[in-house]
């Protein structure tokens, strides 16, 4: 199948278009390209929250700095419970889909958003009583515990439009309304780029905490608007009772998935507590070559979510081998694009870094780390669509077994061993990253292959 421009216009146009699509039948290469141009948009809006914020934040100095990268590191305990949520979302409207029950999608879709409110407000207030704690805990030096508090504290209030924002993407994508999903965050980073720069000049700090909070916040209400309106692919919310069966089968994917995400989240708090004993300047290079890493991974992860709607659709209605293709046609792709984004990191590293920074030795640290983790983006891209497809066809529980092997068995003693045993310091950690996140893209793709995941029922 070949592309003339006029066709590739269409395809984009058509991608970024609410049309109800049946994603079960017809081209696959069409179906990915479909649903990857806004899923890759939506998390490059995604990846530009990371970047606005620190763009503004660096000229408030490395103190600051570092209070954003150590309340992001510890935020991602927060981003695990919306990403496992999602998943499980995704996962069981995906099914519904394929299966041609649309009612039922949208009754599993309210289930989601009342488990989400009720994990949320419990972990949301224990983090904004704690913030100091969770800075100084963090290795934050005392300078930046009296400078971050108070931005650590809103954040972790507003955790709830964290999560809503991406539980509510997942159940679009999986009905595959990605486009819906793109311009929720959209709208979302538009408020944010907007408020950051105005609301530091009033607040400093914990102005950048209040516009992330309050543009994530608008981005919800967009979604919440058009699914109590409904759709063609996804009727109108239903009233949401408490539904102990469907809750039951979200709880039964969203747990693993849950603590799939927690075991990668948790290994990227330690690794960040085995760089804060270089002190912050190392602490400061390593989170901004992250932001700048997760600025090229997130629209990676938008491609590889394809592979999620498309294997759950494809199961639901009971074509395991359209699966498999789709999984197979999504990593070609993703891998290609991982290449491209491999030279431009490598080769730019130096100017990449100077734009998001003006500290020269936290700026040897940045590029250091970019150029390192940055030779291993080919796996990554391949990997993420395997764990993607794994998750799904709703079996959160094998990449949960890989992330725990891969991370916790591997990733950490390997950081610690090059950077304090063989004094490699806060290059031995990036190494130990490279090397972990392309073994498991390898383990991954071995057990794929079995193809267990395909029996998996919801």
Not at 246 to 275: C, D, E, P
Not at 333 to 361: E, Q, R
């Amino acid at each position: 199948m070949s592309f003339s421009l006029s066709d590739i216009g269409k395809v984009v146009r058509d991608s970024l278009s609410s049309e109800h699509r049946d994603y079960t039948s017809g081209s696959l290469r069409k179906a990915v390209l479909l649903l990857s141009i806004p899923m890759i948009l939506e998390m490059s809006m995604e990846s530009v929250f990371a970047l606005v914020d620190i763009f503004f934040v660096g000229r408030l100095g490395k103190e600051a700095v570092a209070t954003v990268g150590l309340t992001e590191s510890v935020l991602t305990v927060i981003y695990t419970v919306a990403i496992g949520l999602s998943m499980a979302a995704t996962a069981m409207v995906a099914r519904r889909i394929g299966e041609k029950k649309p009612q039922a999608a949208a009754h599993a879709a309210g289930q989601s958003i009342l488990l989400s409110i009720i994990f949320t407000l419990a972990i949301s207030l224990s983090g904004a009583l704690a913030a100091s704690s969770i800075l100084r805990l963090m290795g934050a030096g005392p300078s930046t515990v009296a400078a971050g508090t108070a931005y650590t504290r809103i954040e972790f209030g507003g955790c709830i439009v964290i999560v809503l924002l991406f539980l509510i993407n997942g159940i679009f994508r999986g009905a595959g309304n990605a486009a819906m999903a793109m311009w929720s965050l959209w709208i979302a980073n538009g408020c944010n780029i907007l408020l950051c720069p105005l609301l530091i000049h009033f607040f400093g700090l914990p102005g950048a905490a209040i516009a992330t909070t309050a543009g994530r916040g608008a981005g919800v209400c967009f979604q919440l608007y058009h699914l109590l309106r409904g759709s063609p692919m996804l009727p109108k919310l239903p009233r949401i009772v408490p539904d102990r069966k469907v809750m039951a089968g979200l709880l039964k994917i969203a747990w693993s998935g849950t603590v799939q995400f927690f075991i990668n989240s948790a290994s990227w708090i330690v690794m960040t507590r085995l760089i804060a004993q270089f002190q912050d300047v190392a602490i400061a290079g390593y989170l901004v070559s992250i932001r700048i890493l997760i600025f090229f991974l997130l629209p990676a992860w938008g491609m590889s979510n394809a592979a999620a709607t498309l294997v759950g659709q494809s199961l639901g209605a009971g074509l395991p081998g359209r699966a498999v293709r789709s999984v197979r046609t999504t990593a070609i792709y993703n891998g290609v694009f991982m290449a491209a984004v491999t030279l431009i990191s490598f080769s730019c590293a130096v100017p990449i870094v100077g734009f998001l920074n003006k500290d020269p030795a936290v700026e040897v640290i940045a590029v250091r780390a970019l150029r390192i983790i940055s030779l291993g983006y080919i796996f990554y891209g391949v990997g993420m669509v395997l764990t993607n497809a794994f998750n799904g066809a709703g079996d959160t529980l094998t990449p949960m077994i890989i992330n725990l092997f891969c991370f916790w068995l591997f990733q950490i003693p390997l950081g610690w061993l090059l950077a304090d045993y063989f004094h490699y310091g806060p290059t031995g950690v990036f190494i130990a990253i490279l090397l972990t996140e392309s073994t498991l893209t390898v383990v991954s793709l071995v057990v794929f292959s079995r193809g267990k995941w395909k029996k998996v029922k919801i």
